[in-house]
């Protein structure tokens, strides 16, 4: 049963056909992931109370129902060291189009990720996993399995991937938190079997993890039609 507040967020995002950012980091968070923190700036103030909060340097992206791929417009800002820059980064964003605010997050380190799912036509709810960020096209290092996920499959996907020397600390590296990265997956199960209905996709990418933390960097939901 999919808390009260997901099922808000999801009927406030029915006009625009996908949930924005903040919002899906919302929704992931209270379906039991991991996420930075952050605020949706409405004004630049709160951007810098809240950057001066967390700590420079932050994270800033565009938040607007008119644009879903944000790098595309200029939309991401990483590295954002001080007031100025913030107060640039704002300027420039609300020149976009249906500009809505700013999303600020605390910046992070690791291991980016990708998890996404997919409605297939054919074979229902399908579940991939893999090396995300800017990698994932040039690797193609990913894991595909049936939704709902087991703890034999995450220890198997996890397994399968030809990066796993990475995961577990190659050449005297850290080794990320193989135990978060599991419990990530099975909470993203058990969200989007209780979407499956109402979605046509979710990508998390990045998802960002370290010795400590497993965390999603970036969240695209795309509802489906009516």
Partial sequence: MLKMEIM?????SKTTGW???PEAKRLLSLAGMDTPRFIWAKKVDQAIRFAEEIGFPVVGKVVSPEVIHKSDKGGVEVGIVDERKLKETFQRFSQVEGFAGMLI???LSGMELIVGAKVDYQFGLVIL?????IWTE?????????APLSERDTDAMIGCLKARPLLEGYRGASSVNLKEIEKMLIA???????????I?????????CSPTR???ADARIMLKGE
């Fill in 8 to 12: 808000e967020i999801l009927s406030s």
């Fill in 19 to 21: 949930v924005l950012e």
């Fill in 105 to 107: 997050e605390e910046m």
């Fill in 129 to 133: 996993f893999g090396i995300g960020g």
């Fill in 138 to 146: 040039i690797y193609r290092d990913v894991i595909l399995r049936m």
């Fill in 188 to 198: 993203f199960s058990d969200l989007v079997i209780g979407l499956e209905n109402l």
């Fill in 200 to 208: 046509e996709s979710i990508d998390l990418n990045p998802v960002i």
């Fill in 214 to 216: 497993c965390v999603v």
